[in-house]
């Protein structure tokens, strides 16, 4: 039962560059939604969320967009650090405190 | 920055073993959590814990599993007999006050491998 996806297991991209990360999710239900980005041996740590009555939220380099009639998020980075490599997780929660997790999508940005 | 620490980081155990894997939360949050994420796959819920009970619970939460927060500052999940494919990484979380929207904080998880 994956409600959230992530089709691209990978990304590479140039240093300087946007990288854009996608989630897709099956339930309407969702009102709340995160990214994390996760290092070897170290647990996810989170980076930017939205809710479900906003289209876009921006932190720093990191922009979130929602489409609900898409059911679909979108992570922007811009520009692109070599620090940034990692995977990166989309995580959406429906009212309560249950979180679904994507599978992840490894982004490499190339110096 | 307070974070979530967890111990152990790798636990060895054999098959039909009990573990306990220990977390401590940031002092000041609510509610906890337990995920796990076998290789190479998607990291999934467990079990959310708030006001000494479970709030919710995924199917992977079965009888054999169990969590506790034994005194003000610990929180534990409990596998009473362990199988093969238990094997996993398993992160505690947690996450500031109320319903409104709080990320959670993760620690940097126990590797559990059962032989």
């Known amino acids: 039962d994956q409600q959230v996806k992530q089709n691209s297991p990978s990304l590479s991209v140039q240093e300087g560059r946007i990288s854009i990360l996608n989630c897709d999710y099956t339930n309407s239900m969702f009102d709340y939604f995160l990214w994390y980005k996760k290092y070897p041996a170290e647990g996810p740590t989170f980076l930017i969320s939205?809710?479900?009555?906003?289209d876009k939220n921006e932190d720093g380099r990191f922009t979130v967009f929602l489409n609900k009639s898409a059911k679909h998020l979108s992570l922007h980075i811009v520009p692109s650090q070599p620090g940034d490599s990692a995977v990166y997780f989309c995580a959406a929660r429906v009212t309560g405190n249950q979180f679904y997790f994507g599978t992840g999508t490894s982004l490499t940005v190339i110096p | 920055e307070p974070e979530v620490t967890q111990t152990p980081s790798h636990q060895v155990t054999q098959m039909g073993q009990e573990v306990i894997l220990r977390c401590v939360p940031i002092?000041?949050?609510?509610?906890f959590y337990w995920y796990r994420q076998i290789l190479g796959q998607k990291v999934e819920f467990l079990v959310s814990?708030?006001?000494?009970?479970?709030?919710?619970k995924s199917e992977i939460f079965d009888d054999q599993f169990s969590v506790e927060r034994p005194d003000g500052s610990n929180f534990t999940l409990k596998i009473r007999s362990t199988k093969l494919e238990d094997s996993a990484m398993y992160f505690c979380?947690?996450?500031?006050?109320?319903?409104?929207?709080?990320?959670?904080?993760f620690g940097d998880g126990t590797r559990l491998s059962i032989l």
């Open positions: 002092s000041n949050h609510l509610y």
């Open positions: 939205i809710s479900s009555i906003k």
């Open positions: 979380a947690s996450s500031g006050q109320g319903m409104s929207n709080q990320p959670q904080h």
């Open positions: 814990f708030y006001n000494n009970e479970i709030s919710e």
